[in-house]
Structure formats: structure tokens, C-alpha cells
């Protein structure tokens, strides 16, 4: 089955600091992939669209400046997060949509947990 | 709007009882898909069921079995005979292709040996 993956998996940081995930579609091709954030005990939420060769399209509440997303290639999708804080240690978790089939099957990648010290 | 609601947060049950976790749905769309994921305390989801909105033959696999009612617009999930490796947070999850999935609150399972 179609495979995403994403790195690293989890990653300390000093506050201030910028850290990239990166999601990558194994063995498919994706023009669309999502970016979704779980905070502890919560359910997984939406940020944004990140769409090949396009700007991203952000959810309401995200700051597209702080979480500056990249889809240059059809199998990687890149999220960023500029000068973490705290407040932004979470699960970042990925999901590409694999159009080989026609109905666009959803995969999740394996996720990114992040903490800001 | 599509929206997933799982009005049980928590559920404890002791080894070998069975257990139903409950989903409802909302979306105004005839075709979409329902889901069900895992997500065990490594983080992971861990997908077990897709299910589109034509199909509502109840599906069973091993110990889980999935009951889609559109009347009622629930898409319940029974573990049987659980187990504690069974325990983690439950998602169930609705998909408008090609929009993003959207995830209910999850509901959290422990199971007692």
C-alpha cells in the first residue's frame, strides 16, 4: 500500500529556534497533502492545504508566517515552524492523497512530535 | 458543514468484555467516506476501516466489526472480546474527497486485564 513518510519523528528545540518536518509520499505522487496539529488528549486539527507548485491555504487561526509550508515536489511536503515557543510543542502529522486509484485515498504519515523548550 | 461527533471521551472496560464506540456524522454530501483510526500512545493512527457513503453492509474483521446506519447517520464501532493491547484513543473520521478528513474528538479506551 501507498506509504508516507515523515522525519523526524521527534524533535527537541530551544525556543526561538526554527524547525522543518518534512512529509514525503513513498510511492505515489501528491499534489495535495495536509498538515494537522494534536495537542495532548485532543483531536487531530486541521492548519493547512499544502498544495505542489501553489501557496498553501491556511485554516483560520494559523499563522501563515509562523508555519511556513512547502510543497515544491510532488512527493515532499515541508512544514516549518519559525521561532518555536512553548506553546507549540505538539503532534504534527501529515497525510497525502494518493489520485493513482480515483478516489484519492487519504495516508497519514507516521507523525512528528515536537518539543519546545 | 461536515462535522464527526464521539460523545464517549472514555470508556473502561475489563479485558474480554466487548465494547461499542460510538460516531455520528453530519455532512449534506450523498458521497463521502467514513473512517475509523487508532492511535495507540506512540502517537501513530493506525487506519482500520474505510467505508463509503453507498456501501452500508456491516463489515467484520477479526474481533472488530463496523455498523453503518445512514437513517441515523452513525458509523459505530464494536471491538469483541477486547483486550488491553486494544487500549488507546479511537477516531472516527468523514472525507469529502477531496477535501482534508474531518476527526471527531476520539474517544479514549482502557482496557483492564
Known amino acids: 500500500g501507498a506509504v508516507v513518510s515523515q522525519h523526524p519523528s521527534r524533535v527537541i528545540c530551544k525556543s526561538g529556534t526554527s524547525v522543518k518536518i518534512e512529509c514525503r509520499s513513498l510511492?505515489?505522487?501528491?499534489?495535495?497533502m495536509f498538515w494537522y496539529r494534536q495537542f495532548p488528549k485532543q483531536s487531530l486539527m486541521l492548519m493547512a492545504t499544502s498544495n505542489e507548485g501553489s501557496k498553501a491555504t491556511y485554516e483560520q487561526g494559523v499563522e501563515k508566517d509562523k508555519f511556513l509550508i512547502n510543497h515544491a515536489s510532488l512527493t515532499l511536503s515541508t512544514l516549518t515552524v519559525t521561532s518555536a515557543h512553548p506553546e507549540d510543542s505538539s503532534f504534527y502529522i501529515c497525510?497525502?492523497?494518493?489520485?493513482?486509484?480515483?478516489?484519492?485515498?487519504?495516508?497519514f504519515g507516521e507523525g512528528s512530535r515536537l518539543t519546545v523548550l | 458543514a461536515q462535522k464527526v461527533t464521539q460523545a464517549q471521551t472514555e470508556i473502561s472496560v475489563v479485558e474480554k468484555e466487548d465494547v461499542t464506540l460510538d460516531c455520528v456524522y453530519e455532512t449534506r454530501d450523498t458521497t463521502y467516506y467514513l473512517f475509523w483510526y487508532k492511535q495507540p500512545p506512540s502517537g501513530e493512527l493506525v487506519f482500520l476501516i474505510r467505508?463509503?457513503?453507498?456501501?452500508?453492509q456491516n463489515e467484520i474483521s477479526g474481533r472488530y466489526s463496523w455498523n453503518f446506519q445512514k437513517s441515523t447517520s452513525s458509523f459505530n464501532f464494536t471491538i469483541t472480546a477486547s483486550q488491553v493491547v486494544d487500549s488507546a484513543v479511537y477516531f472516527c473520521?468523514?472525507?469529502?474527497?477531496?477535501?482534508?478528513?474531518?476527526f471527531g474528538k476520539g474517544t479514549r479506551l482502557s482496557v483492564i486485564a
Open positions: 497525510s497525502a492523497r494518493d489520485l493513482t486509484g480515483g478516489d484519492g485515498e487519504l495516508f
Open positions: 510511492d505515489f505522487q501528491a499534489t495535495t
Open positions: 467505508r463509503n457513503s453507498f456501501d452500508e
Open positions: 473520521a468523514l472525507n469529502l474527497t477531496p477535501r482534508p478528513l474531518v
